[in-house]
């Protein structure tokens, strides 16, 4: 969902369970995607890229996949923990303009 | 430091003053943006330079910001005649470069009364 001033969409988790973070970007010549997590009074932290040659990336505990025929792109937490929870942004780039284009952001809340 | 460095942390200010705004990037990073970001909101970029230079100025809001950036390393964004829509957290960014990961600061917490 659209996001207006504070009211973020938000995902509750219990602790332990998988999290999956959605995101439509909107342009169809981006070519290259990160994921950010965002704590309170802290600047963005980079979590995990993937350029659009590829369709799945996997980190530590976390899995990006793109789907470029729907624009979507998604975050999958493995056994999320509280330490987890935060803001979570997606961002695209088109290799010729430089600047990261952001989603909305959507707010990870894990239940202990 | 190791990672991208910002003061002052928070700044308080009256409306109709200018404030100025340091960056500290990554040592050997050769891209460095400002973005915007207001309460409960994404990041709204502002300017980015590749070097000293800046290929995309588009995202300043007004003729009152303006960024430079100097020996291709510290960055000041300057607001002048603040006004109390500039609030907002002022975030700073570097990367090696094209298609490689954006590393932030913590951020300027301005906030003009």
């Known amino acids: 969902g659209e996001s207006v001033g504070l009211h973020l969409p938000t995902l509750s988790v219990q602790e332990g369970d998988n999290s999956i973070i959605n995101c439509a970007y909107s342009n169809s010549a981006s070519d290259y995607f990160i994921w950010y997590k965002q704590e309170s009074g802290k600047g963005p932290q980079f979590i995990i890229d993937i350029r659009s040659n590829m369709d799945k990336r996997q980190g530590q505990r976390v899995t990006v996949l793109l789907n470029k025929t729907v624009k979507h792109l998604s975050l999958q937490i493995a056994a999320t923990q509280p330490g987890d929870s935060a803001v979570y942004f997606c961002?695209?780039?088109?290799?010729?303009?430089?600047?990261?284009?952001f989603g909305k952001g959507t707010r990870l809340s894990v239940i202990a | 430091g190791a990672g991208v460095s910002q003061s002052p942390s928070n700044k308080v200010t009256e409306k109709g003053k200018d404030v100025e705004l340091r960056c500290d990037p990554i040592s050997g990073h050769t891209a460095l943006y400002w973005y915007r970001q207001s309460l409960g909101q994404g990041l709204e970029f502002l300017i980015y330079f590749q070097g000293n230079s800046a290929p995309d100025k588009s995202g300043l809001p007004s003729d009152r910001f303006s960024a430079e950036r100097t020996g291709g390393s510290v960055s000041t964004l300057t607001i002048q005649r603040t006004q109390q829509e500039d609030s907002a957290v002022y975030l700073c960014?570097?990367?090696?470069?094209?298609?490689?990961?954006?590393?932030f600061g913590d951020g300027t917490r301005l906030s003009i009364l």
């Open positions: 961002a695209e780039n088109y290799s010729g303009n430089t600047p990261l284009v």
């Open positions: 960014a570097s990367n090696k470069g094209v298609n490689q990961p954006q590393h």
